[in-house]
Nanobody, 116 residues
């Protein structure tokens, strides 16, 4: 089992920045990739950014150039630095871990609200 705990959401004005953190614990050796998804009201959950254990990174087109995913292996933590935030970035952001099995784990979600 893998446990994921997110932090860092909040309310910010358009153009501002936030950094999300996701700390993993438990069977972290089984994790192949970690990422961030988001879900806005009335919309499907979508991938925002992901990073594999080998360091490959993938971003949604809508966040390229504004968001940066990174990880600190010593802290078992993945970060999402969000700059130049837009109102359309408003959503609940979920941390995700893909592990061997295959298995997927989710964090509890953190609200990001961008005001115009």
């Amino acid at each position: 089992q893998v446990q994921l705990v997110e932090s860092g959401g909040g309310l910010v004005q358009a153009g501002g920045s936030l950094r999300l953190s996701c700390a993993a614990s438990g069977s972290i050796f089984s994790i192949n990739a970690m990422g961030w998804y988001r879900q806005a009201p009335g919309k499907q959950r979508e991938l925002v950014a992901a990073i594999t254990s080998g360091g490959s990174i993938n971003y949604a087109d809508s966040v390229k150039g504004r968001f940066t995913i990174s990880r600190d292996n010593a802290k078992n933590t993945v970060y999402l630095q969000m700059n130049s935030l837009k109102p359309e970035d408003t959503a609940v952001y979920y941390c995700n871990a893909g592990a061997t099995g295959p298995r997927r784990y989710w964090g509890q979600g953190t609200q990001v609200t961008v005001s115009s």
